[in-house]
Nanobody, 127 residues
């Protein structure tokens, strides 16, 4: 059973940085993909970033390209850590951020293609 637990959210001023972490436990295959989504109040959940399990391919939403970086550590005691480094934050980045795992990233990166979700961590960017 896959479990995803996010951490690292909080309040930051515009222009600042935060690093989100996601601890992923369970059984994974190197064909899986991982990523992040976010959902602002009153809006739909939107794609932020994704990467292949090997890290060889990464994808970013246009709104975060050049500011956010997705990375992953190798497993330690069967727990993988993935990170979302967020720089140059602005108030439009305020949202609950969700960690995600795809069993078949080749079928697409939209929210409907995600197989496992974390419970989310809140990021608030003040102006």
């Amino acid at each position: 059973q896959v479990q995803l637990v996010e951490s690292g959210g909080g309040l930051v001023q515009a222009g600042g940085s935060l690093r989100l972490s996601c601890a992923a436990s369970g059984r994974f295959f190197n064909t899986y993909g991982l990523g992040w989504f976010r959902q602002a109040p009153g809006k739909e959940r939107e794609f932020v970033a994704a990467m292949s399990w090997s890290g060889g391919s990464t994808y970013y939403a246009d709104s975060v390209k050049g500011r956010f970086t997705l990375s992953r550590d190798n497993a330690k005691n069967t727990v993988y850590l993935q990170y979302l480094q967020m720089n140059s934050l602005n108030p439009e980045d305020t949202a609950v951020y969700y960690c995600a795992v795809y069993r078949d990233p080749g079928s697409g990166l939209a929210a409907r293609a995600v197989d496992y979700w974390g419970k989310g961590t809140l990021v608030t960017v003040s102006s």
